[in-house]
């Protein structure tokens, strides 16, 4: 049914996007900021994540998961999708570890949108 195709197409884009900007977040949580000059546009925003901070998030996006569930999607395919996002995470946080010791702003934003598409390839694989 159409109805339901677009239920389940809008589930997962709210799911995709909220996984994803958790991503980001624990990358701040995780790595240092590594850019030092004041013009740096992130900086205040983009150095620090506490815990608490980002165990709000983490409650945040726990529930706004139960939006595919309840539109019906899987929690295998919800599992494999956030699986997906994770390992897209782990190997860009190493590269950029790697690379520069840390992450800038324009890091955070590639780990959301490539998280975010690891989300989408590991819904698929699954439906």
């Given at each position: ?74 929690v295998t395919a919800l599992a494999a999708a956030i699986g997906a996002a994770l390992l897209m995470r782990a190997w860009l946080a190493w590269r950029l570890q790697k ?29």
């Amino acid at each position: 049914c159409a109805s339901h195709s677009l239920q389940l197409a809008a589930a997962a884009l709210i799911a995709a996007h909220a996984v994803s900007r958790l991503m980001a977040a624990s990358l701040m949580l995780t790595q240092s900021y590594v850019r030092d000059d004041e013009s740096a546009r992130a900086k205040s925003v983009a150095q620090h994540m506490s815990p608490v901070s980002f165990a709000i998030a983490l409650l945040s996006v726990t529930a706004v998961l139960f939006v595919p569930h309840a539109a019906g999607i899987s929690v295998t395919a919800l599992a494999a999708a956030i699986g997906a996002a994770l390992l897209m995470r782990a190997w860009l946080a190493w590269r950029l570890q790697k690379r520069l010791g840390g992450y800038t702003g324009d890091c955070l934003g590639a780990v959301q949108q490539l998280s975010e598409l690891a989300f989408y390839l590991g819904l698929l694989a699954t439906i």
